[in-house]
């Protein structure tokens, strides 16, 4: 019988380990693939920030290997620092309108909007290309026959010796404003999924003690809703982090330096400075600034969701 | 008798054959042979010049058999794409559109390739292609220690363009030829939103450099003195951006965020009444179809307190060291910026850089643009060749266009400028 059973862990073992190992062949691909497109140019790029490396400099000219110094280079300089609120400004505020605007709209289409053309008209402008956009809002803004700028200038809110983002105060709302036309509807979409899926007891039995429709909203609605909510901030504040499209096609980081955020810094430091050591410096800063907001923000995700 | 009539006769056979075997001996159909069948691809900027020889090339495919792809990008762009195939040596391009002000970058990294293999080549270049022919400002852009990596190919002077015709109506006279006539009638031509004074191309861009380069000529300044002296925020270039920062007052509100681009569609509407602008716009001030201003424009020096004040911006086909088609790229380059070429694209996008052209009088009595080139072009001013310049243009278009944009002063501004750029120099190792 102890031979039996010896036999059978034996067995059993063998199946397991080639059913592993078959598990683990069938995942090779995808490692590969993986580590092909990731991996690798992420040490490459790592590489590249620790190196001097200037596309337009003769290959015998570069110092090759110089450890941190493109990122003490780019501590010390200054418009990094204003990249840096730059991008935070953009981020806080458009992603804030974008959940407020995104979460006020979804609780009005709730139970409204049901048909599919409807909603798939909101989600146009997401669907658009950003660069696409950033073109169309270009022609929208433009100082001399841009619609926008003529409503502006017809409800007096912008005087005739200004455009939007012509001026230093402006450009950076108006870009703001882009990115909530763009993305406003995403969130529309995945907050209004979320209401619609949330559990109908809990509101029935407030209907029974007859609880008013803003504590509901704030005892129930919020509260249920909240891993949908923070799943969209995370994706949204990622995204709003390294945005690029919008800021190039219509300001390329001016006037001034009013509208120049990181991924703009990174792209001078590239494709006009050549240093793509410098270039790839700053993206691993960016890189990092956004796993750490990521981190904080899928902490409180699981923490809301072991609470709930 | 008979027999001197004979040998005179001889002799002129003989002569005309020996001529026919010098001046016709070459032709592009022969030493093109050996490349039938090759397919060159051709990286240029989005520039007139570039779609006028997109419109004649069937001619040069159908004579030779190579086949030429036109690639064409926006300024900045087209950097982008040639240095990532140079710097990782693929040979995607063949030729190569480069602006003058790259070409010690470009030979110094050792991206391209010098032309004189190719023009001492007895089957390769074209005995009546006068070399003498190209303005000696252009030739010189495309030269590196002695050198030539190039031969010119889109002209590109930067002076005013004004509106004759909206001049007269406002009863002012033109062109201005100082900086106080020419601010004086900006302020009489100034009249929004219906005409602005002038346009300007103030972008944190290459663009409003170029324009301020001029503006600080006008005013007697320079960058640095022969010695890498930093003197452009002396006095005279303080003066120079006070009053490019005077002139925004007259310019639709926009200028900002204005290039070239800009500009020109201003100038062709009518809405400014003039701008520092390129000449190899010409063509598209005169054309009815997308210009309001058909036959109003005319050309002259930017207004100066001393000599007539230009801005060379041109451009040179080269060949990268990458090419695996250099002879080929060789015969399509001299084709591209021969006399006939550019003679015959004149008025649909040719920008040409032979003086033979800008003097033929039929040209400069329906262009006027061709006497203002004409009187530039060998003296116009240009900025620097060295490396390290697009580092420049970086500090300057930011510190200038904050001026516009009021976050800065000229002073503060200039200041900024003028310690970044020592660094840059000393760092470099030219002081």
Partial sequence: MQNDFNVFRRLNFWVSSSENKFKWLLLLPTIIVLALITVYPVIYALNLALSDYNLARASETLQGYIGLDNFRAILRNPQFWNSLKVTGIFTVVAVGVEFFLGLAIALILQGIVTNRVVRSLVLLPMIMAPIVVGLAWTYLYQSEFGLVTYILRSLHLMSYQTAPLASVSSALPALIAVDIWEWTPFLIMVLLAGLEALPTAPYEAAKIDKASPFLV????????????????????????????????????????????????????????????????????????IIMIVSVILVNLLSRVKEAS | MRKSCLLSLILAFGLILAFNSIAFGWSLEEAAKP??????????????????????????EEATGIKVIVERQAHPHLEEKALMDFAAGTGIYDVFNFDYSWTGKYVKAGYIVP????????????????????????????????????????????????NKKIFDDHGVAGPPKTPDE????????????????????????????????????????????????????????VKATEFYKKMAEYAPSGVTTWTWDDVNTALQQGRVAQSVQWDENYGSMEDPEESAVVGQMRYAPVPSYGDPVSHYGGSSLGIPTSSKNKEAAFLFIQWATSYDIQLRGVGKGSSPTRRSIYQIPELREKYPSFVATDAAADTTGWRPRIPEWDAMVEVLALELNSVIAGTKTAEEALNTSAEEIDSILTEAGYK
């Avoid at chain 2, 004074?197 to 861009?205: C, E, N, Q």
């Fill in chain 2, 115 to 162: 032309l004189e293999p190719f023009m001492n080549n007895p089957e390769l270049a074209d005995p009546n292609n006068n070399l003498d022919d190209f303005y000696s400002r252009m030739w010189e852009g495309t030269m590196w220690d002695g050198k030539a990596y190039g031969y010119p190919f889109d002209s590109v002077i930067q002076y005013l363009f004004w």
């Fill in chain 2, 182 to 237: 020419w601010m004086e009638s900006m302020q009489k031509l100034n009249n929004p939103p219906q005409l602005y004074g002038t346009g300007m191309m103030a972008k944190r861009h290459l663009s409003i450099v170029c324009e301020w380069l001029c503006l600080l000529w006008a005013h007697q300044g320079k960058l640095w003195d022969d010695n890498y002296q930093i003197t452009l925020n002396n006095e005279n270039g």
């Fill in chain 2, 35 to 60: 490349y039938a069948g090759t397919t060159l691809r051709f990286i240029t900027e989005t520039t007139p010049p570039s779609y006028w020889i997109e419109e004649a090339l069937p001619e040069f």
């Fill in chain 1, 217 to 288: 909203f704030r005892k129930i609605t919020i509260p249920l809703l909240r891993p949908v909510i923070l799943i969209v901030l995370v994706l949204r504040i990622m995204d709003a982090i390294r945005v690029f499209d919008i800021v190039y096609a219509l300001t390329e980081g001016g006037p001034a330096s009013a509208t120049d955020v990181l991924s703009m810094f990174i792209y001078r430091n590239a494709f006009y400075l050549w240093d793509i050591g410098k270039a790839s410096a700053i993206s691993f800063i960016l890189l990092y």
